[in-house]
């Protein structure tokens, strides 16, 4: 699977998705198999703000935590270093398990080079991909 939009994903994971949550900016969709999928919408920038509403609404479903999730993230969509500090390495980094980031932008994963040189200090298990299968494969084995 090549294309990251949100109807992409959604056929893909349609017969597992238990719930999701919809925001201006992103999409977490909750799966039967513990996987949460978030989808970044086209053309926006992500911001520290942003990503604290994020927080605050999953903060108030503790039932799913630890969060193993596959982040999908397409062409034309920036991630603040605020933000990625802030999942990473900050406050939001105690909701989450394990994340694998699927993307072909070359952007992001230059961007997240820093990030991979200090994986030793992220309290959970990180790794970025190229299609959605390997993640889900990855992400799966993370939930054992």
């Known amino acids: ?14 017969n597992s998705i238990e719930d999701c949550i919809t925001l201006e900016k992103v999409d977490y969709y909750f799966a039967d198999n513990g996987i949460t999928y978030i989808v970044f919408k086209k053309h926006n920038q992500i911001e520290l703000s942003d990503s ?7 903060k108030k479903r ?6 193993s999730l596959i ?3 397409e062409p034309l969509v920036t991630v603040s270093s605020e933000v990625i500090n802030f999942w990473t390495y900050g406050e939001g980094s ?8 699927v993307s072909n932008d070359l952007g992001l994963k230059i961007s997240m080079i820093p990030v991979n040189r200090e994986l030793d200090n992220i309290p959970f298990a990180l790794k970025i ?3 959605i299968e390997a993640a889900e494969k990855w ?3 993370q939930l054992i």
Do not use: C, G, Q, V
């Open 52 to 58: 604290l509403k994020e927080y605050e609404k999953l």
């Open 71 to 73: 982040l999908l993230i």
């Open 129 to 131: 991909f190229d299609s």
């Open 94 to 101: 105690k909701l989450i398990k394990s994340e694998a980031i």
């Open 62 to 67: 503790s039932e799913i935590f630890p969060l």
């Open 1 to 14: 699977m090549d294309s990251f939009d949100a109807p992409t994903i959604i056929n893909h994971i349609r």
């Open 139 to 141: 992400t799966l084995h």
